[in-house]
């Protein structure tokens, strides 16, 4: 019995290492089978990263081209815009000038039937040389007041213009 024993011992022990060598073929054979399916799982996901920097970048690459183009044009529209407000104002500067030192004189039309002769100057109305509408001559005061006023206004076409033709880009 006791060589039965040992024989049935001896066959168990060595279907216990035939069970243990296949179960570890198995084993090394689906680490295999996988390891292969998540390398080329990472492979095709690697790709599509790749592939999603890659558009990113060019996406990246045409904003920064857009707006490299639109702080060019900013930039000739301001140099555009300070050139006609430096020549409003270098214009509206010499009109002072001219007013403050007397080369130019403001004057308005008078209505010569609302006023009548008395309420200008003596010597027009007596038969003076000026043919045509009554005129009075402004204080060089109020003229300067109102060349300031004009070359307010003047100034906030110029801005309005500006502000305009960059509406006109973006539409």
């Known amino acids: ?3 039965d024993a040992v024989k049935w011992g001896g066959a168990l022990l ?3 290492a035939l069970m243990a060598g296949s179960a570890r073929a198995a084993w090394v054979w689906q680490a295999n089978a996988y390891g292969q399916q998540l390398a080329a799982k990472e492979t095709t996901h690697q790709t599509t990263l790749t592939q999603l920097a890659n558009a990113n970048s060019a996406l990246i690459l045409a904003e920064q081209g857009k707006r490299l183009a639109l702080e060019q044009w ?3 529209s301001d140099q555009s815009h300070y050139r006609a407000l430096t020549d409003e104002k270098t214009k509206q500067a010499r009109l ?19 006023t009548g002769c008395d309420g200008v100057q ?3 109305c007596a038969g003076g040389l000026v043919h045509g509408a ?3 001559q402004l204080d060089p005061a109020h003229a ?14 110029i801005a309005l213009q500006a502000c305009q033709s960059y509406v006109r880009l973006l539409k």
């Open 1 to 3: 019995m006791k060589l």
């Open 14 to 16: 060595l279907m216990l």
């Open 74 to 76: 900013l930039a000739a």
């Open 96 to 114: 002072r000038d001219r007013l403050a030192t007397a080369d130019l004189r403001l004057s308005v039309h008078l209505d010569a039937a609302a």
């Open 122 to 124: 003596a010597t027009t």
């Open 134 to 136: 009554t005129r009075a």
């Open 144 to 157: 300067q007041r109102i060349i300031g006023i004009t070359s307010d206004g003047d100034q906030g076409l």
